[in-house]
């Protein structure tokens, strides 16, 4: 990439200005911890220290809550395009040295999920034998997994890829960058990969270019997910207030 890449404060979090293979460029090369925070889990900034800590220890976030980027272009002059999750994680499979065999460490959430993740990978052409995937526990308030850093160790990926629910994964994904003995890129694309393979209701690219991957959860699941985004309305009055400052604890 010839020119520096270009960042934005927003509520006191550094976000990635630039395409999926600009960020992906970016992260691969010194490796790095990427978030990719979501309306619901943003408007915790002001009380969950853990969250907030993870997020201000990456290395960068992308701009995936459709909510924060027409907030924010509205309000300010300084304008910041969308880069959803899904979006990033379409262009990181394209990448040819992410295909090769043991470039790439996948953290699933559940057996079922892990299963149809892999057999989407695989029918995709991306090596993945069972060594490069892990099932997450449930992790507690405080994350500590000393069998997933044996295993990172063993296997030392260049990628690796969380895919657990936001809020732990990027917890998670700090934990690794501290304790790791080396500096790979680490991913938080949540349920971006299920998008894909079929374990969540696939999200065509139509609807992730128009931001509405939520809406399209919440038919998919009401119950589930319409919760979850209604209470992301409590983002816009952060966001009013502290515009590119990072929110006081308690506020």
């Known amino acids: 990439?010839?020119?520096?890449?270009?960042?934005?404060?927003?509520?006191?979090?550094?976000?990635?200005?630039?395409?999926?293979?600009?960020?992906?460029?970016?992260?691969?090369?010194?490796?790095?911890?990427?978030?990719?925070?979501?309306?619901?889990?943003?408007?915790?900034?002001?009380?969950?220290?853990?969250?907030?800590?993870?997020?201000?220890?990456?290395?960068?976030?992308?701009?995936?809550?459709?909510?924060?980027?027409?907030?924010?272009?509205?309000?300010?002059?300084?304008?910041?395009?969308?880069?959803?999750?899904?979006?990033?994680?379409?262009?990181?499979?394209?990448?040819?040295?992410?295909?090769?065999?043991?470039?790439?460490?996948?953290?699933?959430?559940?057996?079922?999920?892990?299963?149809?993740?892999?057999?989407?990978?695989?029918?995709?052409?991306?090596?993945?034998?069972?060594?490069?995937t892990y099932l997450a526990p449930m992790y507690g308030s405080v994350i500590e997994d000393k069998e997933l850093l044996r295993r990172l160790e063993e296997r030392r990926p260049r990628h690796i890829v969380l895919g657990v629910g936001g809020g732990t994964q990027e917890r998670l994904g700090l934990y690794l960058k501290e304790n790791l003995s080396y500096r790979p890129a680490i991913h938080c694309i949540g349920a971006a990969i299920a998008f894909l393979s079929g374990d969540q209701v696939r999200i065509p690219v139509w609807a992730d270019e128009w931001g509405l991957g939520w809406l399209l959860r919440s038919l998919s699941n009401p119950k589930r997910f319409a919760p979850r985004y209604w209470e992301a309305r409590h983002l816009a009055p952060l966001m009013l207030r502290y515009r590119d400052q990072l929110p006081a604890l308690g506020a």
């Open 1 to 132: 990439m010839g020119d520096r890449p270009r960042f934005q404060q927003i509520l006191g979090i550094r976000f990635f200005v630039g395409s999926a293979e600009e960020a992906i460029e970016q992260v691969s090369g010194n490796g790095g911890l990427v978030v990719v925070p979501a309306a619901p889990a943003l408007k915790n900034l002001t009380h969950d220290k853990r969250y907030r800590d993870a997020l201000l220890g990456a290395d960068f976030a992308i701009a995936d809550s459709a909510m924060m980027v027409l907030l924010w272009n509205v309000m300010q002059r300084d304008r910041v395009p969308k880069l959803s999750g899904l979006k990033y994680l379409r262009a990181l499979i394209d990448q040819p040295q992410f295909r090769q065999a043991e470039a790439s460490f996948w953290v699933m959430p559940t057996p079922s999920s892990a299963r149809r993740n892999v057999a989407w990978l695989r029918g995709s052409g991306i090596t993945v034998a069972e060594e490069d």
